[in-house]
C-alpha cells in the first residue's frame, strides 16, 4: 500500500494550485499573462494525490493544462507565475508559458501543447528507466480528447509490449475543449482499451484526494515492482472553461454547480477541519494567500529576458544555422 | 592514415557498432532493424552483437518509437532511429517538430535532446511517389535540427560517429542508391567529420556545382563531361545542409563566378533556394551569372522508368543549366 501523506500537506497544495489559479486569472484579465491559459480549477486532486504516490525521482509529463502538476511536484509558485507572466525568472526563463512548464530537477518533464503527442515521450522516459534499471516510473497525464489519436494507441502499444514502468492517467473531465465526450468517443469508458493493449487499468470518479494517493500509487507500485503499465482513468471535472477565451456555453450552470458542490478541494479542507480543527486549516490558507502575492509581486517586478536567451536554447552546441 | 575500403552501408554500420560500444547509452530502434538485419542491411550482424536490449525492433508505428527516442534522449540517453525510409518520417513529423526540436527551447534550456535519425532519403528506382521524397527540404527548414547528407563513405562514417555525440537532434538523410558505393573509410575510430563543413569533391575554376547526397555524383559524373568540352566544373559536396557552410560558397563563387545548385525534391523553396539566397546576399559582386537550381521535376515522382528518368536530376540537364550560365550556347 501506498503510504499516504498527512491531509494537511495534501489540502495545502491543492489550495496553492487553487488560489496561484485564480490570481493568474486575474493577471490574465489584467492583460499580465498572454497567448492560452487553461486553468486546472476542479482537477487539483488528480496532480496532488499522484505526485505522493511517486518518488522525487520518478518523470511526470503531462497536457498544456500542466500549472497543477508543477506546483504538485514541488516548482516555487514564484518560478510558476513569473513563467505565466513570460519573465526571465520563470521557470524556462518566459520561453515556455503556460503550456510548457518544465522543471528538470523535479523531474516535471513539461506540458505539451499538441494533444497526445507526449504520450509516446513518456514511453520514453519510462523506456530510458528500465534500461538504466533505475527503478524509477514514468506517469502521464492527458485528456479524454487524446483518446481518439494514433499516438495514445502508439504509446500504448509500446508500453505493454515492452512492459514499461508507467502509468497512463487520463482525466476524463467530460469536454474535449467544448465537445462532450459523448460526440467523440463512441466507447465512453476510456479504460475499455486497456483491454486490447492487455494491460490493467483503474476507473474511478475523483472526490477524496486520500483516495487518489491510494488508487494511483497501486499502479505506480505495480510499474515499479512488475514493470506493468496501467491506464487510470480518473472521473473529474474543470469548473471553468477550457481556456480563458472559453465562455462555456456548451455547459448549463446547474451541471458546473452541481459539480462545485463535490469539490475535492471543499471536501479535503472539510476533512482537514474535521481531523485538526478549523485553524490548522485557517493557519495554512493564510500562508498559502502570503504564498500567492508574494509570487505575483515578484514575477511584477522580474525582468523581461532579453534577446541573448533564444539561440543557446535552439541548440545546445554551436547555433545551427 | 591507414583506410579499409568499404560501402557506404558499411561505413554507416561500423560507426554505430563502434559508438554503441564506446557508450552504454546509446541505442538502435526501428522497423527490421533486429531480426530482419535491416531493410537495407545497414544493421546486418548488430543484433547478434549487441542483443535485443540495444537493437530493438518496433511494432509500425513510426510516431511512437520516434516519440519513445525523443523521451529517452530527453534525459540523457543517446538513441539512433532508424526509419525504414524518410517518407515513412511524414507519419512522426509531429514528434519530430514539436517534440524533438522545441524541447530545449521550451525547458529554457533545461534539457537536451541528443538523438539521431536516419534513413535512406530522395529517390531509388521507381517506388513511386510516395516512397520518392526528398524529406531534407521539410526538416531543414526547423531550427532546433541539425541535417546532414553525406555524399561518400568516409564521410558517412565520420558523420554519423559526431552525430550519435552531438547533444541536439541530428537528421542523417542516407540514399538508397549509394549504400552500395566503396570508399576509403579512416581505420582510426576517433576519426569524426565535424558539422558545417564542406568539401571540395573536385577542383575547378569555370562553374561550381553545388551539391549534396546523392547528387554530388551526377556532378562528378557532369564534370568529366564537361572537361571534355573545356568547362572546369569544381564540384562542392556540403555534406551538411543545417549547419551550412557558407564561407565555402562564398569561397567557390568568389573562384569560379558561376554557380548550378543540385538537389533532389522539388524545386518550390527548399535546401536550393536557401543556397540560392545565401550565395546573391553574401557574393552578389562575385556573380556573372543567375544561379540555377537542377531539381525534381515539379510533379510527385511517376513510377514510369523513364518518366522518373526525366523528374530526377540527370548529368544532361546538369550540363544544360552549366551551358545557361556559362552562356555557351
Redesign the interface.
Known amino acids: 500500500m501506498t503510504n499516504v501523506p498527512e491531509l494537511a500537506a495534501l489540502y495545502r497544495k491543492m489550495q496553492l494550485i487553487r488560489r496561484v489559479e485564480e490570481e493568474a486569472a486575474r493577471a490574465y484579465a489584467q492583460g499580465k499573462i498572454g497567448g492560452f491559459l487553461h486553468l486546472y480549477i476542479g482537477q487539483e486532486a488528480i496532480a496532488v494525490g499522484a505526485d505522493a504516490a511517486l518518488r522525487p525521482t520518478d518523470?511526470a509529463l503531462t497536457t498544456y493544462r500542466d500549472h497543477g502538476l508543477a506546483l504538485a511536484r514541488g516548482m516555487s509558485a514564484r518560478a510558476l507565475m513569473a513563467e505565466l507572466f513570460g519573465k526571465a525568472t520563470?521557470?524556462?526563463?518566459?520561453?515556455?508559458g503556460s503550456m510548457?512548464v518544465?522543471?528538470?530537477e523535479r523531474r516535471m518533464?513539461?506540458g505539451?501543447?499538441?494533444v497526445g503527442?507526449?504520450?509516446?515521450?513518456?514511453?520514453?522516459?519510462?523506456?530510458?528507466s528500465k534500461?538504466r534499471g533505475d527503478g524509477g516510473v514514468t506517469i502521464c497525464f492527458f485528456g479524454e480528447g487524446s483518446v481518439p489519436i494514433?499516438?495514445f494507441h502508439?504509446?500504448m502499444?509500446?508500453a505493454s509490449?515492452w512492459k514499461l514502468p508507467i502509468v497512463f492517467v487520463c482525466e476524463n473531465n467530460g469536454y474535449a475543449m467544448g465537445t462532450p465526450i459523448d460526440r467523440v468517443l463512441p466507447v465512453h469508458e476510456v479504460t475499455s482499451h486497456a483491454v486490447s493493449y492487455g494491460i490493467p487499468s483503474d476507473r474511478f470518479v475523483v472526490e477524496c484526494v486520500r483516495e487518489v494517493v491510494t488508487r494511483i500509487g497501486a499502479a505506480v507500485e505495480r510499474a515499479r515492482t512488475e514493470s506493468t503499465p496501467t491506464l487510470v482513468e480518473c472521473l473529474t471535472y474543470r469548473f471553468r472553461g477550457h481556456s480563458m477565451s472559453d465562455p462555456g456555453k456548451y455547459r448549463t450552470s446547474e451541471e458546473v454547480e452541481a459539480h462545485k458542490r463535490r469539490d475535492p478541494l471543499v471536501r479535503a479542507r472539510a476533512e482537514l477541519v474535521a481531523e485538526r480543527g478549523e485553524a490548522a486549516a485557517a493557519a495554512i490558507d493564510a500562508e498559502i494567500e502570503a504564498e500567492v502575492a508574494d509570487a505575483v509581486a515578484f514575477s511584477d517586478t522580474s525582468p523581461e529576458p532579453t534577446a541573448d536567451?533564444l539561440e543557446?536554447?535552439?541548440?545546445?552546441?554551436?547555433?545551427?544555422? | 592514415m591507414q583506410m579499409t575500403t568499404m560501402r557506404l552501408r558499411e561505413a554507416l554500420r561500423a560507426a554505430m557498432v563502434e559508438e554503441m560500444e564506446r557508450d552504454p547509452e546509446v541505442?538502435l530502434l526501428g522497423e527490421e532493424v533486429g531480426h530482419y538485419q535491416g531493410a537495407y542491411k545497414v544493421t546486418e550482424g548488430m543484433l547478434a552483437r549487441f542483443g535485443a536490449?540495444r537493437v530493438i525492433d518496433?511494432?509500425i508505428?513510426e510516431?511512437?518509437?520516434?516519440?519513445?527516442?525523443?523521451?529517452?534522449?530527453?534525459?540523457?540517453?543517446r538513441p539512433i532511429v532508424e526509419f525504414m525510409t524518410w517518407n515513412f518520417s511524414a507519419?512522426a513529423f509531429?514528434?519530430i517538430i514539436?517534440?524533438a526540436a522545441k524541447?530545449?527551447?521550451?525547458?529554457?534550456?533545461?534539457?537536451?535532446v541528443?538523438i539521431v535519425f536516419r534513413a535512406p532519403n530522395g529517390s531509388a528506382r521507381q517506388v513511386g511517389s510516395q516512397h520518392s521524397h526528398a524529406m531534407e527540404h521539410f526538416y531543414a527548414h526547423v531550427?532546433?535540427?541539425?541535417c546532414i547528407a553525406p555524399a561518400t563513405p568516409a564521410d558517412a562514417y565520420g558523420m554519423l560517429k559526431t552525430a550519435i555525440r552531438?547533444?541536439?537532434p541530428v537528421l542523417l538523410f542516407e540514399s538508397e542508391t549509394l549504400y552500395s558505393l566503396s570508399g576509403d573509410v579512416p581505420d582510426d575510430p576517433s576519426f569524426t567529420v565535424p558539422?558545417?563543413v564542406a568539401r571540395v569533391a573536385r577542383e575547378g575554376k569555370d562553374v561550381s556545382l553545388i551539391s549534396y547526397s546523392r547528387a554530388v555524383h551526377t556532378c562528378l559524373e557532369a564534370a568529366e563531361q564537361l572537361a571534355k568540352a573545356g568547362v572546369d566544373a569544381e564540384v562542392i559536396d556540403l555534406r551538411s545542409l543545417?549547419?551550412?557552410d557558407e564561407a565555402a560558397l562564398v569561397a567557390a563563387v568568389s573562384k569560379t563566378h558561376r554557380a548550378v545548385v543540385v538537389h533532389e525534391g522539388w524545386p518550390y523553396g527548399g535546401v536550393g533556394a536557401e543556397l540560392v539566397d545565401r550565395v546573391q546576399r553574401l557574393a552578389f559582386d562575385q556573380l556573372d551569372a543567375p544561379v540555377l537550381r537542377v531539381c525534381f521535376l515539379d510533379v510527385p515522382m511517376p513510377y514510369n522508368a523513364a518518366l522518373e528518368r526525366l523528374v530526377i536530376p540527370q548529368v544532361d540537364r546538369v550540363i544544360e543549366a552549366v551551358k545557361s550560365v556559362t552562356y555557351a550556347r
Open positions: 518523470y520563470g521557470a524556462c526563463q518566459g520561453l515556455g510548457h518544465f522543471d528538470a518533464l513539461g505539451y501543447g499538441i503527442g507526449h504520450l509516446p515521450l513518456a514511453t520514453g522516459t519510462a523506456f530510458a534500461y494514433g499516438e502508439e504509446a502499444t509500446l509490449l536567451v543557446p536554447t535552439t541548440y545546445a552546441g554551436p547555433f545551427a544555422r | 541505442f536490449r518496433t511494432p508505428a510516431s511512437g518509437f520516434a516519440g519513445l527516442a525523443i523521451g529517452a534522449a530527453m534525459v540523457g540517453m507519419v509531429d514528434q514539436n517534440n524541447l530545449r527551447q521550451m525547458s529554457g534550456g533545461q534539457l537536451k541528443p531550427p532546433g535540427l541539425k552531438d547533444d541536439d558539422f558545417g543545417r549547419p551550412l
